[in-house]
């Protein structure tokens, strides 16, 4: 479980979240702000399970990391990299909640329920893009992305 930490301007939450599939290619470990922005903070493990609609399978946050946590300002969108990492024999797929929370209280500014499961083939991996909709109007907020809960069932 990857936790990022970034600094920008805003706080209010106004939609949904979505995850776009970029099959077949490798998620990088970088992180920081976009343009603008700075990253206040390093990567850490753990969660809040405000969302989360079960107990987490470990081995499956095991399989998930998060890189560039970033902000598209034009765009009033929180985007978050994550690389899912099969390495056994066997297809798998892979549910996920990633969470964008405020360090100072660690409320919640938004979610990205991923429950369609991403199928990731034996010995590969797959990257999506997490994202949600969000109007910062306060400066200076530092967030934190967060895959929160992820379970993974062999592939059908």
């Known amino acids: 479980m990857a936790v990022v930490f970034v600094a920008l301007t805003g706080a209010r939450r106004s939609g949904g979240g979505s995850c776009d599939n970029d099959s077949g290619s490798s998620g990088s470990s970088t992180s920081g702000g976009s343009s603008g922005h700075s990253t206040s903070g390093g990567s850490s493990s753990g969660g809040l399970s405000s969302a989360s609609p079960s107990p987490t399978d470990q081995d499956a946050i095991g399989d998930i990391k998060g890189s560039r946590c970033t902000y598209d300002e034009v765009a009033e969108e929180l985007n978050y990299d994550i690389t899912i990492t099969n390495s056994s024999a066997q297809a798998y797929e892979y549910t996920f909640f990633v969470e964008w929370q405020d360090v100072a209280d660690n409320g919640l500014i938004g979610i990205d329920e991923h429950s369609e499961p991403v199928t990731v083939a034996?010995?590969?991996?797959?990257?999506?893009?997490?994202?949600?909709?969000?109007?910062?109007t306060r400066d200076n907020v530092?967030?934190?992305?967060?895959?929160?809960?992820?379970?993974?069932?062999?592939?059908?």
């Open 122 to 136: 034996p010995g590969t991996s797959e990257t999506i893009k997490a994202a949600d909709t969000y109007h910062f």
């Open 142 to 156: 530092s967030y934190r992305c967060n895959v929160d809960w992820a379970m993974k069932s062999p592939a059908r």
